[in-house]
């Protein structure tokens, strides 16, 4: 991409963000009278806290691009190495990962993750908006601009340490409420969670993993380039 249809492409999508968070606000009310999501709670899933994250980095991308054109690349190297950490680290695995799991547990059965009764309130189109789209627009970014991955261990420890923290609020949420925020655990042991939280870290990490082979294969070694440009 050109650096003018790049700035184009991400203030599109950054919209399109906005948008969909905006559009869920809107529901929220609906959703909470049919008692369909826990009340108050539809903001800790981790299809909502996605489109956040998208959200922001997105945003940094259209702040890069816009600085990019305005002071050169040596001034804003900070932003550009925030840019690639967030998108390498979070921002394609997250994505990724849901859209692997949501669809896979859809497909086995729909009522363990995404109950037939939302489609009376959540239009298609909005559930494909946030389980479907978000794939492409992350391949998008890897096909189409190059990313500095950092070092293996860092990368991967971001992550985990998200991974974590975002399994720990599901359980002190639990503990807490009794309710489990996706039905599947409601009808698995707690041996059974366990083993499914592992694999889903494990798909998790391999997500990573694949985002950086994909960069690697079309832009090649991202750190040693641009050791080189220093």
Known sequence: MTRTSTCIYHFFVLSWYIFIIYYIYQLKVDIQ???????????????????????????VACLEDVLRRI???????????????????????????????????FLYDREVVYPKNLDYIIPV??????????????????????????????????????????????????????????????????????VFLSISYIFTIGTYLLGEKLNHWKWGDMRQLRKKNK
Request: glycine share 6%; with cysteine; hydrophobic share 50%.
């Open 71 to 105: 002071k050169g690349k040596k001034d804003i190297k900070f932003i550009t190495a925030f840019r690639d950490l967030l998108f390498t680290s979070l921002g394609f695995p997250v994505s990724t990962i849901i859209f692997l799991l949501f669809w896979s547990l």
């Open 125 to 194: 189109w909005l559930n494909h908006a946030m389980h479907t789209s978000i794939l492409p627009f992350s391949l998008i970014e890897v096909i189409f601009r190059p990313y500095c991955y950092p070092q293996k261990k860092k990368g991967l420890s971001i992550l985990t340490i998200v991974f974590l923290a975002y399994i720990s609020r599901l359980l002190w949420f639990y503990s807490q409420t009794g309710i489990w925020l996706y039905p599947i655990f409601g009808k698995l042991s707690p041996i059974s969670i366990a």
């Open 33 to 59: 009278k049919q008692s369909i999501l826990p009340k108050g709670q539809q903001w800790q899933y981790a299809t909502f806290i996605n489109l956040f994250l998208q959200t922001i980095f997105y945003g």
